[in-house]
Nanobody
């Protein structure tokens, strides 16, 4: 069972930046970030295999950057120009079935506990 542990969430004002990290207990080919706002379904934010094979949701394109350190089994999400609509619990996910599109939850088998991101206006 792959274990994932996120860190780096917090509270920022609109326009600010945060970097999320996720350490996996072992290598998994595909990793991604999802988020879930209160009362909404979990949605894909970004996913990647090996650089440059990355994919972003439209809401993240141009503001967020996903990257990974393969040697350290660590995934990152650099988030810039944050807006209140980015508020939610961010989850790291890993799996072997991602098809290179905007990530969907069913493509990922392993999930972290989530880290809260709050953006105030």
């Amino acid at each position: 069972q792959v274990q994932l542990e996120e860190s780096g969430g917090g509270s920022v004002q609109a326009g600010g930046s945060l970097t999320l990290s996720c350490v996996a207990s072992e290598y998994v080919p595909y990793m991604g970030w999802f988020r879930q706002a209160p009362g909404k379904e979990r949605e894909g934010v970004a996913a990647m295999a090996h650089s440059p094979n990355t994919k972003y949701a439209d809401s993240a394109e141009g503001r967020f950057t996903i990257s990974r350190d393969i040697g350290k089994n660590t995934l990152f999400l650099q988030m810039n120009n944050l807006i209140p609509e980015d508020t939610g619990v961010y989850y790291c996910a890993a799996g072997r079935m991602w098809t290179s599109g905007i990530p969907t939850p069913r493509e990922f088998d392993y999930w972290g506990q989530g880290t809260q991101v709050t953006v105030s206006s």
